[in-house]
């Protein structure tokens, strides 16, 4: 296995442009926070104005059993296809976008935190309500596969990355499956967090 796992997460998480001297620097900052809270609180407002009188759109529901065991299935595999796209002859595409931190800042942990949540909590939530939520309730008319197929599509062009895309794809389609078999975004949201939050973790770990 190659030394040091892809960490490409942070970069998928984040959809606000960078304003600082260093893209990889924004984790440890709380303007990065403020931001990536504005931005994803307009887009839970506009699914919030689609979705509108109708709530069952966000697949906010109790899954169904097994649940777990899909969604750890869905995270492995996102893993090792992850591990199979780096050894592809382009540019790691984990990155891509350049926001993934080198090293531990412990003067900046109180933003490191706060990022944290943003990348953990806020994006894998609004996220998840807005392509597997109502974005895939809305596409029920296709067909399963094809709304599934539709909504990674989707999911992996709204970051903005080209090469990226080999990853983002296939997560996107694999939390559409998940949520398909579930029924539920919350499963989704747990993969989400957890791949955001190892990516996280390995960046600045090693």
Same mark, same amino acid.
Request: net charge positive.
């Given at each position: 296995m190659r030394a040091g796992l892809p960490v490409s997460a942070l970069?998928?998480?984040a959809r606000?442009?960078?304003?600082?001297?260093s893209a990889r620097d924004d984790v440890y900052s709380y303007s990065s926070f403020i931001n990536g809270l504005?931005?994803?609180?307009?887009?839970?407002?506009?699914?919030?104005?689609?979705?509108?009188?109708?709530?069952?759109?966000?697949a906010l529901r109790r899954p169904r059993r097994r649940a777990a065991l899909l969604?750890?299935?869905v995270l492995v595999a996102t893993y090792l296809w992850e591990l199979a796209v780096v050894e592809l002859p382009i540019r790691n595409p984990g990155k891509e976008q350049g926001l993934t931190p080198t090293h531990w800042e412990p003067s900046h942990a109180g933003a490191f935190a706060a990022n944290v949540v943003l990348y953990?909590?806020?994006a894998p939530a609004i996220e998840e309500l807005t392509f597997r939520g109502v974005g895939q309730s809305l596409l029920r008319f296709t067909g399963r596969?094809?709304?599934i197929l539709l909504v990674g599509v989707a999911f992996g062009l709204w970051h903005g990355l080209v090469q990226a895309l080999l990853i983002l794809i296939p997560f996107g389609i694999g939390l559409a499956?998940?949520?398909? @078999?579930? @029924?539920?975004v919350v499963p989704g949201m747990v993969v989400h967090a957890l791949f955001n939050g190892a990516a996280l973790a390995v960046a600045v770990l090693s």
């Open positions: 970069e998928y998480s606000f442009s960078s304003t600082t001297k504005i931005f994803y609180g307009l887009i839970f407002g506009v699914i919030l104005a689609i979705a509108f009188d109708r709530t069952d759109l966000f969604a750890a299935g953990t909590v806020v596969w094809p709304s499956y998940l949520r398909d @078999r579930t @029924r539920s």
